[in-house]
């Protein structure tokens, strides 16, 4: 989960990292209270998860009250990087000496945290790796006793500096970060502030940090959609296998209820490649109980004009098929209005044989359009299949309304 | 003679009396395999599926003596503790199962077992089977025996459904696979593509390796590499999925773990890596089995 600048900084504080006073805004009348608690200059940031916020000009430092109010109102609700601004961060500018940079991520070849640091902060770290990779020091972190602050020290010739980067370290584990990064750290008097925060937790770890308070994030975005947050739920409530900790909306027509990881993304390809318009990603596994597919399809099928759903995924493992897919028919049993467009179920496995017999007795008893296949169909001839059920229904559909609009002409 | 695991392979398991430790154990005995008992704390001297059951690896050990994988089946923020465990016992082969177990622990376990020379197998991970020898995890499930077949071609995936799906695909097109490896979707594996190819490349039953790629991370790019510096030199069928998620915003985690986009490498720069090394990118999915009647004649 990708944190805004804010929260960040929140973050950072419960570590003794400061950052020069703020107040994070969300409308006109706190930006209007924030001031009378800020002197000129004040320099006003967009909080948005995308990066490069001083280029894009989402960063202004304001020297009167005209020059903030101006900002604040064009920004509040304005899409900066394709993201609605919900959040602007006043603070006060600070008498920066010096600029550097420091960063703790995973290296996933080495598999240990390591460090960066540079002298040259406040610019793009990959343009300083590109143009002066000299600058940038590393350091590779034992994941059990964390930096050797006497080598920081020796190697900085600094050491409150050591300090700062001992703390970024503390924040760092104490959060289950996948990604702390400031940028820049700033040299203010004899003291270093983290000027930005740039932080990404690691969403495994936040089962243990219920108490943390920061806002819900997107998969893909900064704001959740409904569907999405009621789909990560399911999880939340249940830690038996996984269903829907990632939900994706695509905008297009058909559902796609996939399973695996792997398998996942393979459908989706698949699907895109046979040009079908998928309406979401989500997926399903590790044998998870009947009644969280059951959830996960409810939320997955309660979008309006739907014109097909396909529930694909490998050849399973260990993942009980009868029972998923039983939690499926429970969850299509609800779904209103009763879903007459096509469904097509591909998969493989234990109790395969089982879930096909009761899908196709279910089929025939309520008036579903099931389509099933097995593991001696590939995905990809199972998501074409998908495509063309698709415009067929959209063809008769449409065929539907021009007859009765037809009729209503003649009456 | 295949990789990782074998006929003589002797197994612990750690959580053998949870329900995802009775179920594995369940399809471990029935493909034949020694389990010699299993390790849950406050529960030793109790049976679980015929099996002992003991307090902690270490009185396991000293009872039965070494075995040659402990297969960690414990809820994912147990996890570290019990992989603790087996790695200061030096078991030589550690499986961990679960999924979300948080990076600074999987971090921990790694270096651990680094510095003692033990090799780990996931996290995220279905295990690894040599099809008519023995297995480990809970590939297969119970139809393990139907999935697989004895044969030339090594497998290795992120992915567990895929895992099942190659080797059924495999099977199907008439060929048997010499080992399948699921190295788990998770950012940090212990068993990386690249570890698994040079284990695959010294194994003489092994002719042909299948991989399944994803967005996200370098373990593709660092696979292809080894093709290219001729460490890997038995031909190498790579297929990558996930590009469908190019479009979306960078750093969009999709099912795995490790599966972010943007980090790392990009989807083009896997392909180009690939074609580049002399492996063969597989277009599509159900190009594979045509490819290996080509390379294996």
């Known amino acids: 989960m990708k944190l805004y600048e804010f929260e960040g900084h929140n973050l950072f504080s419960k570590v003794g990292i400061a950052s020069p006073f703020f107040v994070a805004c969300s409308n006109m009348d706190e930006v209007e209270q924030a001031r009378k608690r800020l002197k000129f200059p004040i320099v006003a940031k967009v909080q948005v998860l995308s990066g490069k916020r001083g ?5 202004k430092i304001c020297t009167n009250e005209k020059q903030l109010n101006d900002f604040c109102r064009g920004m509040f609700g304005a899409e900066f990087s394709g993201e609605g601004v919900r959040f602007i961060s006043l603070a006060e500018k600070a008498q920066i000496e010096g600029e550097y940079y420091a960063s703790i991520t995973y290296d ?6 390591f460090l960066l640091f540079s002298k040259s902060g406040g610019m793009d ?12 020091l590393r350091f590779d972190i034992n994941p059990f006793s964390g930096p050797d602050k006497t080598n920081l020290s020796k190697k900085l010739k600094d050491e409150t500096l050591a300090d700062f980067l001992i703390r970024l370290w503390d924040a760092f584990i104490r959060y289950d970060c996948r990604l702390v990064e400031v940028n820049p750290v700033a040299k203010v008097g004899d003291d270093y502030l983290a000027v930005d925060a740039k932080i990404i937790l690691d969403d495994a770890g936040l089962a ?4 943390l308070d920061v806002l819900q994030k997107g998969s893909a975005g900064a704001i959740p959609t409904e569907r999405e947050l009621a789909a990560r739920k399911i999880d939340e409530e249940d830690y038996r296998g996984s269903a829907g900790s990632t939900f994706i909306e695509f905008g297009g027509d058909i559902a796609v209820l996939a399973s695996g990881g792997g398998a996942s993304l393979l459908v989706m390809d698949a699907l895109s490649e046979a040009g079908g318009k998928p309406s979401n990603y989500t997926e399903y596994s590790g044998n998870p109980p009947r009644e969280k597919v059951e959830k996960l399809t409810k939320i997955t099928l309660s979008k309006e004009g739907l014109s097909g759903c396909l529930v694909c995924g490998a050849v399973a493992n260990f993942t009980d098929i009868y029972e998923t897919l039983a939690g499926f028919a429970d969850g299509l049993a609800e779904v209103k209005p009763k879903p007459d467009y096509p469904i097509v179920i591909r998969r493989g496995g234990p109790r395969q044989k089982e879930a096909y017999e009761m899908l196709e007795k279910l089929a025939k008893k309520e008036g579903f359009d099931i389509h099933l296949f097995g593991p001696e169909t590939p995905i990809s001839v199972a ?4 495509v063309r059920l698709s415009e067929k229904f959209k063809s008769s559909e449409k065929g539907q309304a021009f007859l009765q609009e037809v009729s209503k002409v003649k009456a | 003679m295949a990789i990782l695991v074998n006929s003589e392979t002797k197994v612990l398991i750690q959580g053998i009396t949870g329900k995802s430790g009775l179920s594995a154990c369940a399809d471990l005995l029935d493909y034949g395999m020694q389990v010699v008992g299993g390790v849950t704390p406050g529960k030793g001297g109790q049976v679980a599926m015929g099996l002992p059951v003991f307090n902690s690896v270490r009185e396991l050990v000293a009872a039965l003596g070494l075995v040659d994988c402990a297969m960690v089946n414990v809820p994912p923020l147990l996890t570290l503790d019990a ?11 550690i499986h961990i199962f679960a999924e979300r177990v948080p990076v600074l622990d999987t971090s921990k376990i790694l270096f651990r077992a680094k510095e003692k020379g033990v090799r780990v197998l996931g996290p995220n991970s279905v295990g690894a089977i040599s099809p008519g020898e023995g297995k480990v995890g809970s590939i297969g499930g119970p139809n393990a025996k139907i999935t697989f077949s004895k044969g030339p071609v090594g497998v290795i995936s992120k992915s567990g459904g895929m895992c099942s799906e190659l080797g059924s695909m495999i099977t199907n097109a008439g060929f048997g696979q010499s080992t399948v490896v699921g190295i788990g979707g998770d950012l940090l594996v212990g068993t ?5 190819l040079e284990m695959f490349e010294s194994d003489t039953q092994t002719k042909v390796v299948v991989m399944f790629g994803e967005v ?3 373990a593709e790019i660092e696979a292809a590499r080894l093709v290219a510096v001729k460490k890997f030199t038995k031909p190498l069928i790579i297929f990558l999925a996930g590009k469908f998620a190019e479009k979306l915003p960078k750093d969009t985690a999709l099912g795995h773990a490790g599966a972010i986009v943007g980090l790392d490498s990009t989807m083009e720069q896997k392909v180009a890596s690939i074609k580049k090394s002399g492996a063969i990118l597989a277009e599509n999915f159900e190009d594979i089995p045509g490819i290996l009647k080509k390379v294996i004649k």
């Open chain 1, 55 to 59: 280029k894009g000009g989402g960063i």
């Open chain 1, 108 to 113: 996933t070849t080495l598999k240990i945290p």
């Open chain 1, 125 to 136: 770290i990959e343009e300083v790796k590109k143009n002066s990779p000299e600058e940038i």
């Open chain 1, 208 to 211: 243990r940090h219920r108490d």
């Open chain 1, 383 to 386: 998501c074409r299949e998908m």
């Open chain 2, 83 to 93: 992989a603790m465990e087996a790695i200061d016992a030096q078991i030589p082969l």
């Open chain 2, 192 to 196: 990386t593509f690249v570890d698994a």
């Open chain 2, 216 to 218: 996200g991370g370098n």
